[in-house]
């Protein structure tokens, strides 16, 4: 899968600014075009920079996953165990993946994957049925790639970006299966 060595573990609270940064500069690369800069803003203030990494790793519901090749951060998935969406059929019990991020340095070579067959692997050890995300339905590519790596349209999401409303599908993955 990946030429690259990568070693997996969970972040810590001594994490949150490398993971702040890691979050803000791959979510302002994929998604400053989609949305108003005070949007932007407000959604890296909200979910993504420092501040809300050490939220995210404060709660006890939440499990940040972070890949790296030698001393640099690849990948990073956060999972949510706060339970099923509100809509949409998802086999239950089930872990979100709340965040789930390769680095652009990383792209193109085989991070997303070996990274998703990790968090599928804590998911079954973790006596899960499925797996659910949020995707934006304009994210063709990482589309392509939940559908690769097995996951289904289940139904759509409203995502509040800053305070624009986006339209994101719900994409489900039963654990049962192989991949």
Do not use: C
């Amino acid at each position: 899968m990946s030429a690259l060595p990568l070693s997996f573990r969970m972040a810590t609270p001594d994490d949150a600014a490398a993971l702040g940064d890691f979050m803000t500069r791959n979510f302002v690369a994929a998604y400053s075009h989609t949305a108003s800069p005070e949007n932007i803003a407000a959604a890296v203030a909200g979910n993504y920079g420092e501040s809300a990494q050490r939220r995210q790793l404060a709660a006890s519901h939440h499990l940040a996953l972070v890949a790296e090749s030698g001393r640099e951060l690849a990948a990073h998935a956060l999972l949510s165990l706060a339970g099923p969406p509100s809509t949409g059929t998802v086999p239950v019990p089930t872990i979100e993946v709340a965040r789930f991020y390769v680095d652009a340095r990383f792209h193109g070579q085989g991070v997303a994957q070996v990274t998703m067959a990790e968090v599928k692997r804590i998911a079954r050890e973790r006596g899960a049925a499925s797996l659910w995300l949020s995707v934006a339905q304009s994210a063709t590519q990482a589309i392509r790639f939940y559908e690769k790596e097995g996951f289904r349209i289940s139904g759509e999401l409203i995502y509040m970006l800053g305070e624009e409303a986006k339209d994101d599908w719900l994409m489900v993955f039963e654990l049962g299966e192989s991949r």
